[in-house]
C-alpha cells in the first residue's frame, strides 16, 4: 500500500499536464514554415478573395525578441469577380517579443495595412498554462508611430485536437483594439508547444483597407503546409 499514493499522484500530475495549455514560445534561428492563406471579405459592398503561400524565416532569436521575415509567393486578389493586377507584396519583417507581442513591421503589399493582416496569423500564447476552458487576457501597447496598434488579447485554451495526425494545442483568441472602433476578430488557433503555428480560422470586423478608404469584414484561414 506504501506504493500507491505516489503512484496517484504521479498519474494525477501526468493527467493535469496533458490537459493544461502551456505554450513557450521557441522558435529556433533558421527555422523556416511554408503556409497557405486565404481571406473572403467584403469592402465597400464588393467581395474580395485574397489567396497566397508564404514561408516564414526565422532570422535572429536574442534578447527575448525573434526577428522573422514572412514571404509571399502566389499571391492574388480577386475583386468583385475580377483578377487585380501588379499585386505583388514585398517581403514582410517583423520583430516580436518573446510574449507575442508585435513590436515592429515593415514591408508587405503596398496600400495595405500591413500590421493587421499580419496580426491575424500571429499567435499570442498565454503567460502561464491555462486549464480547459480558463481564459487569461493579455494587453500590448501600440508603436509610438501609430503603425502597430494598442491590443487585447482574450486567450481560451480549449483543449487538445489531432490536426493531419499530430496531436495540437487548441485556443480560442477574441482580438480588439483601443480605440474600440479598431479591427476585431475571433480565430481558432491549432499551435505545437513551442508556439508555432499550425492552423488558424476565424472571423474579422473593421479591418481598414487603405486601398477601398474602407473597411473589411470577413473570414480568414491559414494552414501550416510544412
Known sequence: MKNVLPIAFVLLASLVSAQDGKVSLAPKEGDARKYKFTMNFTVGGMEV???????????????????????????????????????????????????????????????????????????????????ADETETIEFKGSDDKTIPKVKYEITFLGKEAVNGAERLKFRIKY??????????TGT???????????AEGTFEEMFIPQAGATGSGRYLIESVG
Open 189 to 199: 488557433y491549432w499551435v505545437t508547444e513551442t508556439g508555432a503555428l499550425v492552423k
Open 49 to 131: 478573395v485574397l489567396k497566397s503561400d508564404a514561408t516564414q524565416d526565422v532570422k535572429k532569436v536574442a534578447d527575448g525578441k525573434i526577428e522573422e521575415v514572412l514571404t509571399y509567393r502566389n499571391f492574388s486578389v480577386v475583386l468583385a469577380g475580377s483578377p487585380m493586377e501588379g499585386m505583388e507584396p514585398e517581403p514582410v519583417s517583423t520583430t516580436v517579443s518573446s510574449a507575442g507581442q508585435l513590436l515592429r513591421i515593415g514591408g508587405g503589399l503596398a496600400g495595405t495595412d500591413v500590421a493587421r493582416l499580419h496580426l491575424l496569423g500571429v499567435f499570442v500564447p498565454p503567460s502561464k498554462a491555462l486549464a
Open 176 to 185: 480588439s483594439e483601443d480605440p474600440a472602433d479598431g479591427m476585431r476578430f
